[in-house]
């Protein structure tokens, strides 16, 4: 009853202040969606801090995006008056960066090691192709990354990895050559990040008995979709009860949002968590607080088609709302415009705002139709996943000058500047490096000494110029830094001197406003330049025990924390730049240069797990798009699809609108889509049908029997392509005609983007876009029926 009376606990239900106030044992929170599971782990850590269980250091939790863990800490701060930097609050690769950062020299690694992204991990290997001549028909570089990343989520070296035939020997040859690689260049790619810092902790006793000893309470948000390594993870740095470890660990997750297992996820990890931490305490949370009823009995229902699930119960009092609306349009174009009617309603005649209205889809490439229609109606959009900031070519260009200034050995950052801006240096030159380099097991700044003639001195100079550059800028601060790097690169006046380089030159000034609001969001001042980093800082109290004594002493969680800054994502940091630069590789999917404005949001349904908005669009439901046609034939990617429907639709507070499109254009195709199968599990009662219910697949079809309108076909990805239907039934000429006069190759003028090229026309009629390549705006897709283009010719 004295608990009840915190403030901070006042607002929950009782299951949700047991779990909360639960002794500090291993624990398991098993909960449906908008049950408050993410507050209750964010009200715990606030609870054990305020009733002086742990103090800010001993706090270790988990989240799965790094906009996650930004929002716990600023709810946390917003609960109790408390520095948060001490805390190790993050994502997987956010906490494991900060480990092996501090630990760096144990877990072999430079101390300004880089991280690699998806895109970055992609050229590394193409490159590495190119040297040992791989055949890329056999090994599409695309699979051989997957594979690689699949070894290191099964905890495997090349050494353990089985090999069956000899393409898997090959292939593992690859992977050894791709690992040699990165270690030489000082670089990691996102899978390494965890399975170097399990290993950190695997092989060395007195590092992970003083993580155990530090972290006393554990918290990992979204546990149900925690792959192999992360579970190993957890065990290793928490310490199984048999070990005696397992004190205070909690996970809560959903099995009916486990929506990774194509990457790995494993809802099993749940049952072994509750089987090998002897978990005494699971709590069930069964109230909703997010959606009105008739979304909530959509989401009940539509998961309850599944065969696999634990099974939970979840009910609401938020009152039943307004029904779903479902609305069929003949394109996936009519589809986009009735999105942004919509929204247009739901802005302007109802008051909501812009950034709590999301738009879903199952697949990245449906986004360009929802863009350009936004676009052409002037409503501001943020696209989660699009093109993304830290990944435009002329921004990592720049940071590939600032990656040099950290480390010289990163060889993906060496060969994407050492010719750009051109000076000179030629492919034959790089080439002759590259042997060198190989030849003698260095990376290529090492073997610029052993290319000979002008070549060779031309290298030189470029070395040189990076190593100026890094003894000038050496204690500046960071916008001085990059400033500094975009004027004795040459990019920005490169850039300048091109006639359709406005664009990038404003991207290279927003890089320097993106660090300049990372210094202040992350407390980097003037004074905080450089920050050495002890190997054993924060481990042992001898600094000279690098060989890591297990007798020495440990320091206790209550001595003070390393001084600030500590990013809190990105972990332990040596200097601004090198935070700024895990900062950039880590939160590439942050679109930083919109951030505040008040945008709808579009975003894939997998990047939506945790989030919530008031209004909600899921569109695409087509058999074949979603449920996905690569996941349709068997029964667990079925499964997974609907989990995936089911978190789409509660993601939505008080409206949901479902949509799908008889046609649509993807991948350059016309596809004929039937309605998705999950249309058909939703509760009639709870739906609005905005188009004639039956109005579907067949009775667009010119020609078609009329009794085919409820013949359904069978289920499998063969309904839904036009060979199918061409055989059924005539199709109707779909070339694009040349609308308005609009072809490919002509030129032509845009009332606000002034004249550009046309490259590309697609559909006919009303549905007809162009894609038109304007030299100060870029490639931009136009609706025909609205841009109004006007032909010079
Ligand atoms: P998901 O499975 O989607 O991640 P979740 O279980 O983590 O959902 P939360 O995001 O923590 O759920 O909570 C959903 C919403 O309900 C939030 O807006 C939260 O603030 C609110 N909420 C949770 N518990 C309560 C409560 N006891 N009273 C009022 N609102 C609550
Ligand atoms: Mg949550």
Known sequence: AAQAEMPLLAGLNPEQRAAVTLPPEPALILAGAGSGKTRVLTTRIAWLLQTGQVSPGGVLAVTFTNKAAKEMLTRLTAMLPLNARGMWIGTFHGLCNRLLRAHHKLANLPQTFQILDTQDQLSAIKRLYKQHNVDEERFPPKQMQWFIAGCKEDGERPRDVAVHDGDARRKVEIYQLYEEQCQREGVVDFGELMLRSYELLRDNDAVREHYRRRFRHILIDEFQDTNRLQYAWIKIIAGLPAEGGGGAIMAVGDDDQSIYAFRGARVGNMADFVREFHVQHQIKLEQNYRSHSHILDSANQLISHNKKRLGKELRTDQGTGEQVRVYEAPSDFAEAEWVVDEMRQ??????????????????????????????????????????????????????????????????????????????????????????????????????????????????????????????????????????????????????????????????????????????????????????????????????????????????????????????????????????????????????????????????????????????????????????????????????????????????????????????RLLHGQTRYNIKSRFLEELPEGSLKWLTPRHGGFASMMPGAHSGANHARPAWGNSAIYPDMVASAAPLPPRKAEPAHGIRAGIKVFHTKFGEGQVMAVEGAGDDARAQVDFPRHGLKWLALAVAKLTVVE
């Open 346 to 663: 739901l802005v302007k005649g109802e008051g909501h705002e812009r950034k709590e209205i999301a738009v879903l889809y199952r697949s990245n490439a449906q986004s360009r139709v929802l863009e350009t229609q936004l676009f052409n109606a002037g409503v501001p959009y943020r696209v989660y996943g699009g093109l993304r900031f830290f990944e435009r070519a002329e921004v990592k260009h720049a940071l590939a000058y600032l990656r040099l200034l950290e480390n010289p050995r990163d060889d993906t950052s060496f060969l994407r500047v050492v010719n750009f801006p051109p000076r000179g240096i030629g492919a034959r030159s790089i080439e002759q490096l590259q042997d060198a380099a190989r030849d003698a097991g260095t990376a290529l700044v090492d073997a610029v000494g052993n290319v000979p003639g002008k070549a060779g001195g031309n290298l030189a100079a470029f070395v040189a110029r990076i190593d100026v550059l890094r003894e000038q800028t050496e204690g500046q601060t960071l916008r001085e830094i990059i400033e500094r790097t975009l004027d004795d690169s040459s990019l920005l006046e490169h850039y300048r001197a091109e006639r359709d380089g406005a664009d990038r030159v404003e991207n290279l000034e927003e890089l320097v406003n993106a660090a300049e609001s990372f210094v202040t969001q992350e407390g980097f001042g003037r004074d905080a330049v450089a920050l050495p980093v002890d190997e054993t800082a924060g481990l042992t109290q001898s600094p000279a025990s690098q060989g890591l004594d297990p007798n020495a002493p440990l320091l206790d969680e209550r001595l003070p924390e390393p001084p600030p800054p500590v990013d809190t994502d990105t972990g332990e940091t040596r200097s601004p730049l090198a935070a700024f630069l895990t900062h950039a590789a880590l939160e590439a999917g942050d679109n930083q240069a919109q951030a505040g404005q008040d945008a709808v949001q579009l975003m894939t349904v997998h990047a939506s797990k945790g989030l919530e908005f008031d209004a909600v669009f899921i569109t695409g439901l087509e058999e074949g798009l979603f449920p996905n046609e690569k996941a349709m034939s068997d029964f667990e990617g079925l499964e997974e699809e609907r989990r995936l429907m089911y978190v789409a639709i509660t993601r939505a507070r008080k409206r949901l609108y479902l949509s799908h499109a008889q046609t």
